[in-house]
């Protein structure tokens, strides 16, 4: 499979618990984006990496969220002291080349549930 | 910020029913892209449109991109209960800004 991967799929911690999501991109595609989604509503952005840049970054992601994309290949979203606020579907995306045109391929999400 | 307001929020059809959802936004946008999301899992790209009037068709579905690019249409022909899902639009300007998603239209075809 050459899709976005991404893990886990499902996490449940307690409240104040720290998480980390991992995204693999599909190989040669040098933007990834992560988006929160919620219940009856699109994808929020998050922040964007173009290689291992990290070009953007959205108000939603506060200082709690840290994302990094070391190499440029992999990234991984760390949530600290978590919320039940927090509970969401959280989503990866990648995109080739650079223009405005490619497509943005999504993977199937992490469903984080803060309990 | 650039928005994308989709009309309806929700729709619930018989099968066979055709229908039509909208994607509007005051702004510009160089291209825009729909995509289809089933409970659970990360939305599936149905298609991109770049030019302004620009119509595509996947089997029974039809995508109009409106001639000013700020607003798009998404019709079905003879739906069916597969159809059903989340339909997302999102629009994207320069490469290296994010794209931009609507709410989406949650999608209900009753056989």
């Known amino acids: 499979d050459t899709g976005v991967s991404q893990d886990p799929r499902h996490k449940i911690t307690k409240r104040g618990q720290n998480v980390t999501f991992r995204c693999d991109p599909i190989s040669e595609h040098n933007r990834l984006y992560w988006y929160r989604q919620t219940l009856g509503q699109g994808p929020e952005f998050l922040t964007y990496?173009?290689?291992?840049?990290?070009?953007?970054k959205s108000r939603l992601l506060s200082d709690r969220f840290s994302a990094e994309r070391p190499k440029g290949s992999f990234s991984t979203l760390e949530i600290q002291r978590t919320e039940q606020g927090d509970s969401a579907m959280y989503l990866c995306?990648?995109?080739?080349?650079?223009?405005?045109?490619?497509?943005?391929?999504f993977g199937q999400g992490t469903r984080l549930t803060v309990v | 910020t650039q928005l994308l307001e989709q009309s309806p929020q929700f729709l619930s059809i018989q099968e066979g029913e055709n229908l039509t959802v909208y994607c509007n936004s005051s702004s510009v946008f160089s291209s825009l892209q729909w995509y289809r999301q089933e409970p659970g899992e990360g939305p599936v790209l149905l298609v991109t449109v770049v030019t302004g009037g620009e119509v595509k068709k996947l089997k029974r579905l039809t995508f109009q991109f409106g001639d000013a690019r700020k607003d798009s249409s998404l019709h079905i022909t003879a739906a069916q209960p597969g159809d059903t899902g989340l339909y997302l639009c999102?629009?994207?300007?320069?490469?290296?800004?994010?794209?931009?998603f609507g709410k989406g239209t949650r999608l209900s075809v009753i056989a």
């Open positions: 995306a990648s995109r080739g080349g650079t223009g405005y045109a490619t497509e943005a391929f």
């Open positions: 999102a629009g994207a300007n320069s490469g290296n800004t994010p794209l931009v």
């Open positions: 990496f173009q290689n291992e840049a990290q070009l953007e």
